[in-house]
């Protein structure tokens, strides 16, 4: 079973400044991609940015960045320059493979706030 | 990449009565997921709606409760039957891709 823990319910940044979000899981499987989305009211969910448990090289999005730490089972997300837009729910999720494949356990969620 | 829509994007529903949810995707796809997402809480899979064949429910939730149809690779429904307010949530259907996962607008469903 697979599982993903996001310990900050809630964290606020001021617009322009730097904020990392938390997250770790929990799989049996080698292979397997994280990815954190966004929820912004209308609630639709927006990939934010996706890691491959193989590549060893943290991706970037933009201003969107992730620590990914395999042996620590760690995976946060950086938002550089904030911005109003950038408030919203983010929650981090896990693909694994085998017989889960396609199959997204998700953490618990962060809400995040933007302050002009 | 692939679209996803979904009908009908909210509902109120009286308790006892049942609601089926459409989701579309604009392009075939191998598998596709129905989600629940409860007021303020994360998204949890309900199950995996396989095309042809019988879905695959996961713990805690079964068929006669959320019947799930997928008659073709771009096209699924959900029902949720004998609503009570504790059905009140947000329905996400998804859809699998090589390395990312697509999800519709969900339906926001409120039960009285």
């Known amino acids: 079973a697979q599982t993903v823990t996001q310990s900050q319910p809630e964290m606020s940044v001021q617009e322009a400044e730097t904020v990392t979000l938390s997250c770790t899981y929990d799989?049996?499987?080698?292979?397997?991609?994280l990815f954190w989305y966004k929820q912004p009211p209308s609630r639709q969910m927006i990939l934010v940015i996706r890691q491959e448990a193989y590549k060893q090289q943290n991706a970037t999005e933009n201003r969107f960045s992730v620590n990914f730490q395999k042996a620590a089972k760690s995976f946060s997300l950086k938002i550089s320059d904030s911005q109003l837009g950038d408030a919203a729910m983010y929650f981090c999720?896990?693909?694994?493979?085998?017989?889960?494949?396609?199959?997204?356990?998700f953490g618990q969620g962060t809400i995040l706030t933007v302050h002009p | 990449s692939a679209v996803i829509s979904q009908k009908p994007s909210r509902d109120i529903c009286q308790r006892g009565t049942s609601l089926t949810i459409q989701c579309q995707v604009d392009s075939q796809v191998t598998m596709m997921f129905w989600y629940r997402q409860q007021p303020g809480q994360s998204l949890t899979l309900i199950a995996t709606?396989?095309?042809?064949?019988?879905?695959?429910?996961e713990s805690g939730f079964v068929i006669d409760k959320f019947p799930i149809s997928r008659p073709n690779l771009t096209f699924s429904t959900l029902t949720v039957s004998n609503m009570s307010p504790e059905d009140s949530s947000i329905y996400l259907c998804s859809a699998s891709g090589y390395n990312e996962q697509f999800f519709g607008p969900g339906t926001r469903l409120t039960v009285l």
């Open positions: 709606a396989n095309q042809g064949s019988e879905a695959t429910y």
């Open positions: 999720a896990l693909r694994a493979g085998g017989t889960s494949y396609g199959k997204l356990t």
């Open positions: 799989t049996s499987e080698s292979d397997y991609y």
